[in-house]
C-alpha cells in the first residue's frame, strides 16, 4: 500500500512546481548581483538585475532587490520606481511600503513619507512583519519629522518634540537594526542637552551601527564626520578606508563630497 504524503512534502512538491525556471534563475542572479555590489562592481550588478529582469519581469522580489540596489548607488528615484512595480505585484506588502516611504523622503517629499508612514500605523500586518521592518518605520516617520521641523514655525512645533520618541521606539522594537541605532545616535549627537541630545552615548550608538553594517555608506559617512569633527585620533584612517570601499559608488560621492575632496587632495 502507498502511504500519502505527509503535509510538509505535499507543500515542498506544491512550491518546487510552482517556481518557475525564471524564477529559479532570478533568485541565482540576485545573489550574483549582491556579490557584484558588495565588491563595488555597480555597472555589472545593475547589468545582472537588469537581465534577469527582462526575464521574470514580474518577480516580486527581483524588483525588490533592483530598488534596493538603486538605492545603494543613490539613484532614488528609480528606487522609489521599483518598489512601486513591486508594490503592484503584492499591494499590502508592509515591509516594501516602508521603504517606499524612505525613498520619499530622500527626494525630499517629506510631506508624502509622513503620510504614508501614518498610515501604516494601522496596517493589518505591521505587528506581525519582520522586526526590522517595524524598527524601519518608526525610523522613517521619525526622519520625516526631522526635516520637516527644520522647516521651522508651525512644522517645529508639531513634529519637533516626538522625533526622539520616534527613535527610541525603532531602537526598543529592534536594537540589533544598524539603521535604528544610527538613527538614534545621530540625533543624540546633533542635538542639544535639552531637546534629548547625549554626545557620548550618541556616538556610541552610532560607532556600533558602523561596525554591525560596515557595508552601509550613509551610516559610515557620517561615523566618519563626526570622528573629523571632534578630531578624534582615528579619524583619518576610517576616512582612507571609507573613501577606499565607497569611491566607486556615486550616491557616496555626492551625498559625502567633503570627504572625497579632503582625502583625494582636491
Same mark, same amino acid.
Not at 543624540?188 to 557620548?200: C, I, L, S, Y
Given at each position: 500500500?502507498?502511504?500519502?504524503?505527509?503535509?510538509?512534502?505535499?507543500?515542498?512538491?506544491?512550491?518546487?512546481?510552482?517556481?518557475?525556471?525564471?524564477?529559479?534563475?532570478?533568485?541565482?542572479?540576485?545573489?550574483?548581483?549582491?556579490? &557584484?555590489?558588495? /565588491?563595488?562592481?555597480? =555597472?555589472?550588478?545593475?547589468?545582472?538585475?537588469?537581465? @534577469? #529582469? +527582462?526575464?521574470?519581469? *514580474?518577480?516580486?522580489?527581483?524588483?525588490?532587490?533592483?530598488?534596493?540596489?538603486?538605492?545603494?548607488?543613490?539613484?532614488?528615484?528609480?528606487?522609489?520606481?521599483?518598489?512601486?512595480?513591486?508594490?503592484?505585484?503584492?499591494?499590502?506588502?508592509?515591509?516594501? &511600503?516602508?521603504? /517606499?516611504?524612505?525613498? =520619499?523622503?530622500?527626494?525630499?517629499?517629506?510631506?508624502? @513619507? #509622513? +503620510?504614508?508612514?501614518? *498610515?501604516?500605523?494601522?496596517?493589518?500586518?505591521?505587528?506581525?512583519?519582520?522586526?526590522?521592518?517595524?524598527?524601519?518605520?518608526?525610523?522613517?516617520?521619525?526622519?520625516?519629522?526631522?526635516?520637516?521641523?527644520?522647516?521651522?514655525?508651525?512644522?517645529?512645533?508639531?513634529?519637533?518634540?516626538?522625533?526622539?520618541?520616534?527613535?527610541?521606539?525603532?531602537?526598543?522594537?529592534?536594537?540589533?537594526?544598524?539603521?535604528?541605532?544610527?538613527?538614534?545616535?545621530?540625533?543624540?549627537?546633533?542635538?542639544?542637552?535639552?531637546?534629548?541630545?547625549?554626545?557620548?552615548?550618541?556616538?556610541?550608538?552610532?560607532?556600533?551601527?558602523?561596525?554591525?553594517?560596515?557595508?552601509?555608506?550613509?551610516?559610515?559617512?557620517?561615523?566618519?564626520?563626526?570622528?573629523?569633527?571632534?578630531?578624534?585620533?582615528?579619524?583619518?584612517?576610517?576616512?582612507?578606508?571609507?573613501?577606499?570601499?565607497?569611491?566607486?559608488?556615486?550616491?557616496?560621492?555626492?551625498?559625502?563630497?567633503?570627504?572625497?575632496?579632503?582625502?583625494?587632495?582636491?
Amino acid at each position: 500500500m502507498i502511504k500519502p504524503l505527509g503535509s510538509s512534502l505535499i507543500l515542498g512538491a506544491m512550491l518546487v512546481a510552482l517556481t518557475t525556471p525564471a524564477q529559479a534563475s532570478s533568485e541565482v542572479e540576485r545573489e550574483q548581483a549582491m556579490a &557584484q555590489r558588495h /565588491a563595488h562592481q555597480y =555597472e555589472a550588478a545593475e547589468a545582472t538585475l537588469q537581465g @534577469a #529582469l +527582462k526575464r521574470n519581469p *514580474g518577480d516580486f522580489a527581483l524588483l525588490c532587490e533592483i530598488a534596493r540596489f538603486k538605492d545603494y548607488v543613490g539613484d532614488y528615484a528609480d528606487a522609489l520606481h521599483y518598489y512601486r512595480k513591486a508594490l503592484v505585484v503584492t499591494p499590502n506588502d508592509f515591509a516594501t &511600503q516602508v521603504m /517606499a516611504a524612505h525613498e =520619499e523622503i530622500m527626494l525630499t517629499h517629506y510631506d508624502q @513619507a #509622513l +503620510k504614508a508612514c501614518e *498610515g501604516l500605523m494601522g496596517h493589518p500586518e505591521r505587528q506581525s512583519a519582520p522586526r526590522w521592518a517595524q524598527s524601519r518605520l518608526f525610523v522613517t516617520l521619525g526622519s520625516a519629522k526631522a526635516m520637516k521641523s527644520m522647516e521651522g514655525g508651525w512644522s517645529m512645533l508639531r513634529y519637533g518634540f516626538s522625533i526622539k520618541q520616534d527613535f527610541e521606539t525603532a531602537y526598543r522594537l529592534d536594537p540589533d537594526y544598524p539603521r535604528a541605532g544610527f538613527g538614534l545616535g545621530m540625533l543624540e549627537v546633533k542635538a542639544p542637552p535639552f531637546a534629548g541630545g547625549n554626545m557620548a552615548h550618541g556616538m556610541t550608538l552610532v560607532t556600533k551601527a558602523a561596525r554591525m553594517d560596515p557595508d552601509d555608506w550613509t551610516i559610515r559617512g557620517n561615523y566618519v564626520q563626526i570622528l573629523l569633527d571632534s578630531k578624534a585620533p582615528e579619524a583619518k584612517a576610517q576616512q582612507e578606508r571609507w573613501v577606499s570601499d565607497f569611491g566607486k559608488n556615486p550616491g557616496a560621492r555626492k551625498q559625502f563630497p567633503k570627504l572625497f575632496k579632503v582625502a583625494e587632495g582636491n
